[in-house]
């Protein structure tokens, strides 16, 4: 590697030895270990689910599918191809984006580059000059219309599901033979909501954003290899860190609605008006502010780390590209379109984590309202 280093960079500074030595091999082998990892756990995850056979309860309410992501493939599975269609369309205009300021910088502002196109000639210069402008100008106009048409229609699939999964859970509490539905308006109003409303990000936002960040990243390694790596230089720190944060999450959740619920029928109850019912109630308000505070520690330290690994990644592209700039292996036009297209980059990897936290906690969410359905009761199909 250290061949490598001097091969590429002709300098041997102790700086750059680490700092290429960390992007180039310390983060591939890393992050090719996290997604080993990953899809042999999400491959046994399959497995033993095909193996499970459904138990009598969850046959009798088939109508429901067992977790999250099958209830969002039975109800939304045409609406969801849209989506992922439009998210898809939005790739090719994204790079667009990303292209045309370094062309602008590196052709239409360069005399030299004008010149040997255009005969040094003022006017020609100027007039690339407004064609690749008026062409940004039409990305900005394509990208920002695709987004409104991705964001409507997701929010609008996302009320269809809440409405129907109301109805479901009203009609069949209706018809079962559990007389107890002190539980039932936690559930219709608030445990629902999270859950649907992550039915409208179910495929949208890894295609929209993850191909975004990919799509950047490639932009990126076109410039130089060395820039497209040192972007995701510290994400399998974000891969290792993240989850550990989101099951203390789910646990705290899993609790807080377990809470609610006992909360809920307490107050809904006429039978508990003692001293003791009472003492037991007011300590349910101290645990649920308690939970909820640690909820507050967990996500929000989860989050400042986060963004300071991603506020750090810039001093890769200013210590290797800049490196490049000054020894003529990189236009300057090149370093300032790929330090712009990390402004792109960030938020789709925060948004892609965003994502998994919201996928943990409808699932957590889900089960607890599958749960809830299943229990007490048969009663035939509502659909």
Same mark, same amino acid.
């Given at each position: 590697? @250290?061949?490598?280093?001097?091969?590429?960079? $002709?300098?041997?500074?102790?700086?750059?030895?680490? %700092?290429?030595?960390?992007?180039?091999?310390?983060?591939? *082998?890393?992050?090719?270990?996290?997604?080993?990892?990953?899809?042999?756990?999400?491959?046994?995850?399959?497995?033993?689910?095909?193996?499970?056979?459904?138990?009598?309860?969850?046959?009798?309410?088939?109508?429901?599918?067992?977790?999250?992501?099958?209830?969002?493939?039975?109800?939304?599975?045409?609406?969801?191809?849209?989506?992922?269609?439009?998210?898809?369309?939005?790739?090719? %205009?994204?790079?667009?984006?990303?292209?045309?300021?370094?062309?602008?910088?590196? +052709?239409?502002?360069?005399?030299?580059? &004008?010149?040997?196109?255009? +005969?040094?000639?003022?006017?020609?210069?100027?007039?690339?000059?407004?064609?690749?402008?008026?062409?940004?100008?039409? %990305?900005?106009?394509?990208?920002?219309?695709?987004?409104?048409?991705? #964001?409507?229609?997701?929010?609008?699939?996302?009320?269809?599901?809440?409405?129907?999964?109301?109805?479901? &859970?009203?009609?069949?509490?209706?018809?079962?033979?559990?007389?107890?539905?002190?539980?039932?308006?936690?559930?219709?109003?608030?445990?629902?909501?999270?859950?649907?409303?992550?039915?409208? $990000?179910?495929? !949208?936002?890894?295609?929209?954003?993850?191909?975004?960040?990919?799509? *950047?990243?490639?932009? =990126? =390694?076109?410039? @130089?290899?060395?820039?497209?790596?040192?972007? &995701?230089?510290?994400?399998?720190?974000?891969?290792?860190?993240?989850?550990?944060?989101?099951?203390?999450?789910?646990?705290?959740?899993?609790?807080?609605?377990?809470?609610?619920?006992?909360?809920?029928?307490?107050?809904?109850?006429?039978?508990?008006? $003692?001293?003791? @019912?009472?003492?037991?109630? !007011?300590?349910?308000?101290?645990?649920?502010?308690?939970?909820?505070?640690?909820?507050?520690?967990?996500?929000?330290?989860?989050?400042?780390?986060?963004?300071?690994? =991603?506020?750090?990644?810039?001093?890769?592209?200013?210590?290797?590209?800049?490196?490049?700039?000054?020894?003529?292996?990189?236009?300057?036009?090149?370093? %300032?379109?790929?330090?712009?297209?990390?402004?792109?980059?960030?938020?789709?990897?925060?948004? =892609?984590?965003?994502?998994?936290?919201?996928?943990? #906690?409808?699932?957590?969410?889900? $089960?607890?309202?599958?749960?809830?359905?299943?229990?007490?009761?048969?009663?035939?199909?509502? +659909?």
């Amino acid at each position: 590697m @250290d061949a490598v280093t001097i091969q590429y960079f $002709d300098h041997e500074h102790l700086w750059l030895h680490l %700092v290429v030595h960390l992007v180039l091999v310390v983060t591939p *082998v890393v992050l090719g270990i996290l997604i080993i990892g990953s899809l042999m756990r999400t491959l046994r995850a399959y497995l033993i689910q095909k193996q499970t056979t459904l138990s009598a309860k969850e046959a009798e309410i088939g109508s429901l599918p067992r977790n999250v992501l099958g209830f969002i493939s039975k109800y939304s599975l045409k609406s969801q191809v849209v989506l992922g269609t439009g998210a898809l369309l939005t790739l090719p %205009v994204t790079y667009a984006g990303l292209e045309l300021p370094k062309q602008i910088i590196n +052709n239409a502002l360069s005399a030299e580059s &004008i010149g040997t196109l255009t +005969n040094h000639t003022n006017s020609n210069q100027i007039n690339l000059l407004l064609i690749l402008c008026t062409l940004y100008l039409l %990305v900005l106009i394509v990208n920002g219309g695709l987004k409104f048409f991705l #964001n409507y229609h997701k929010g609008k699939l996302s009320e269809r599901l809440i409405r129907r999964l109301r109805l479901y &859970i009203f009609h069949k509490k209706r018809r079962s033979k559990d007389s107890d539905n002190s539980n039932i308006i936690p559930v219709l109003i608030q445990e629902i909501e999270p859950v649907c409303g992550f039915s409208g $990000d179910s495929i !949208i936002v890894p295609l929209l954003q993850g191909g975004t960040a990919i799509t *950047v990243i490639v932009f =990126m =390694m076109i410039q @130089d290899v060395a820039l497209g790596v040192s972007a &995701i230089a510290l994400l399998p720190i974000q891969l290792l860190i993240i989850p550990k944060f989101q099951r203390r999450i789910n646990k705290l959740v899993h609790l807080r609605i377990g809470l609610i619920r006992n909360l809920s029928e307490r107050l809904q109850s006429n039978e508990h008006t $003692d001293d003791i @019912d009472h003492n037991q109630t !007011i300590g349910l308000f101290s645990k649920l502010q308690e939970i909820r505070v640690k909820l507050f520690r967990v996500k929000y330290l989860s989050k400042t780390i986060n963004n300071f690994i =991603m506020n750090l990644t810039p001093f890769f592209f200013y210590t290797i590209g800049g490196y490049l700039v000054i020894e003529g292996r990189l236009s300057i036009g090149a370093l %300032v379109a790929s330090l712009a297209s990390y402004k792109d980059l960030a938020p789709a990897i925060r948004e =892609m984590f965003t994502y998994y936290q919201s996928y943990q #906690n409808s699932r957590v969410r889900y $089960d607890e309202i599958f749960e809830y359905t299943n229990r007490n009761y048969s009663v035939a199909e509502i +659909n």
